[in-house]
């Protein structure tokens, strides 16, 4: 088997904040599996909060790169990766799952989701992520969306103005459906008294309002929030999510914090098994890293996967969206195409 790889810089169309950060480039490594005249690609989107930089990426890839000896022996690629690093560095894992899962669809000429025996249904429509900037722009943001079509805006809250960027965004998409996510940044009193706000602006769901660890506070809250309440910071992989059935109604699910696709799989079955609804969402990735979460996206009841569209210039082609519809990727593999270099 011969593998490379490569890392670029993707650039958004403008900065992209939540409440821990915000940032406008992002290193993404793109990987490439190449035997028996098939190829199979994957992408890893590290994120600081977990632990990982594009130079644990580049530093780790080599490593793992060594335990990949059947490309068909899912369980062994699973057992050789948590072996050698039984925590951390999710996104290189993903990277190196997604190459070996897209080489096994091409060997078969089968889109992923066919080969795995996945759900033909239509994918829930995405919403579009209005990050924190200033409160006009997050207004244009809004009302831009919505003329473009999108039916659904999520909504990044973690600051002073809280209210008044609900306020704000209301006003500007008065017919969108509304998501909040605090992103943890919430204390359980300011939470409490958010509850209200998010009933009076019909917010759809609320995600992530305290902080990772505090599941009990999550659970006071689900108690007497009369809108559904998702874990993302909470939930590591998939050994976590029963620990969270109690504080949460459902999960947001990412393949770059998971491990890769057949994590995101084993941890989809295990939120349902135990009651919880599920959210697709992403990192700021390109096309390749949306279009493995689009292959599982007809099992999730939510999809926030517009990473791509947030940027600049992608460098992968063949997702077809219109507004937050997103249709099933049909071509073998993950069925998009690396973009000709003066296309990017």
Same mark, same amino acid.
């Given at each position: 088997?011969?593998?490379?790889?490569?890392?670029?810089?993707?650039?958004?169309?403008? @900065?992209?904040?939540?409440?821990?950060?915000?940032?406008?480039?992002?290193?993404?490594?793109?990987?490439?599996?190449?035997?028996?005249?098939?190829?199979?690609?994957?992408?890893?989107?590290?994120?600081?909060?977990?632990?990982?930089?594009?130079?644990?990426?580049?530093?780790?890839?080599?490593?793992?790169?060594?335990?990949?000896?059947?490309?068909?022996?899912?369980?062994?690629?699973?057992?050789?990766?948590?072996?050698?690093?039984?925590?951390?560095?999710?996104?290189?894992?993903?990277?190196?799952?997604?190459?070996?899962?897209?080489?096994?669809?091409?060997?078969?000429? !089968?889109?992923?989701?066919?080969?795995?025996?996945?759900?033909?249904?239509?994918?829930?429509?995405?919403?579009?992520? $209005?990050?924190?900037?200033?409160?006009?722009?997050?207004?244009?943001?809004?009302?831009?969306?919505?003329?473009?079509?999108? =039916?659904?805006?999520?909504?990044?809250?973690?600051?002073?103005?809280?209210?008044?960027?609900?306020?704000?965004?209301?006003?500007?998409?008065?017919?969108?459906?509304?998501?909040?996510? *605090?992103?943890?940044?919430?204390?359980?009193?300011?939470?409490?008294?958010?509850?209200?706000?998010?009933?009076?602006?019909?917010?759809?769901? !609320?995600?992530?309002?305290?902080?990772?660890?505090?599941?009990?506070?999550? +659970?006071?809250?689900?108690?007497?929030?009369?809108? @559904?309440?998702?874990?993302?910071?909470?939930?590591?992989?998939?050994?976590?999510?029963?620990?969270?059935?109690?504080?949460?109604? =459902?999960?947001?699910?990412?393949? #770059?914090? &998971?491990?890769?696709? &057949?994590?995101?799989?084993?941890?989809?079955?295990?939120?349902?098994?135990?009651?919880?609804? $599920?959210?697709?969402?992403?990192?700021?990735?390109?096309? +390749?890293?949306? *279009?493995?979460?689009?292959? &599982?996206?007809?099992?999730?009841?939510?999809?926030? &996967?517009?990473?791509?569209?947030?940027?600049?210039?992608?460098?992968?082609?063949?997702?077809?969206?219109?507004?937050?519809?997103?249709?099933? @990727?049909?071509?073998?593999?993950?069925?998009?195409?690396?973009?000709?270099?003066?296309? #990017?």
């Amino acid at each position: 088997m011969k593998f490379s790889f490569e890392t670029l810089e993707l650039k958004t169309h403008q @900065p992209f904040g939540i409440a821990r950060w915000t940032h406008s480039s992002y290193p993404r490594t793109f990987v490439t599996l190449e035997h028996g005249g098939f190829t199979g690609r994957g992408e890893a989107a590290p994120n600081a909060f977990y632990g990982e930089t594009r130079g644990t990426v580049e530093a780790v890839l080599p490593v793992l790169l060594e335990k990949i000896t059947d490309p068909w022996d899912w369980e062994a690629l699973e057992h050789n990766f948590q072996s050698t690093f039984p925590h951390g560095h999710p996104s290189v894992k993903c990277a190196l799952e997604m190459a070996v899962v897209e080489w096994c669809a091409m060997s078969v000429n !089968l889109p992923v989701w066919q080969m795995l025996g996945l759900s033909a249904a239509r994918i829930p429509e995405s919403s579009f992520t $209005v990050s924190l900037a200033a409160l006009e722009t997050m207004r244009e943001n809004a009302a831009r969306a919505v003329l473009e079509g999108y =039916g659904t805006l999520k909504v990044k809250l973690g600051t002073a103005q809280d209210v008044s960027i609900l306020e704000t965004l209301r006003e500007a998409a008065p017919k969108a459906k509304i998501r909040v996510d *605090a992103n943890a940044a919430w204390t359980r009193a300011q939470a409490k008294r958010m509850l209200d706000v998010l009933e009076q602006m019909d917010v759809e769901l !609320l995600e992530q309002p305290l902080a990772s660890e505090d599941l009990e506070g999550h +659970l006071e809250l689900r108690r007497i929030a009369k809108i @559904p309440i998702f874990a993302d910071e909470s939930l590591h992989s998939r050994s976590s999510v029963p620990n969270l059935a109690h504080s949460f109604d =459902g999960v947001n699910l990412k393949i #770059q914090k &998971l491990g890769g696709p &057949l994590q995101a799989l084993h941890t989809l079955r295990t939120a349902r098994a135990l009651g919880l609804s $599920v959210m697709l969402g992403c990192m700021i990735e390109s096309s +390749l890293g949306i *279009a493995a979460s689009a292959h &599982l996206a007809g099992l999730a009841d939510f999809t926030d &996967l517009d990473g791509a569209t947030l940027l600049e210039h992608d460098p992968y082609t063949g997702l077809t969206w219109k507004a937050g519809v997103l249709e099933r @990727p049909m071509g073998a593999g993950w069925g998009v195409e690396r973009r000709n270099s003066n296309e #990017q």
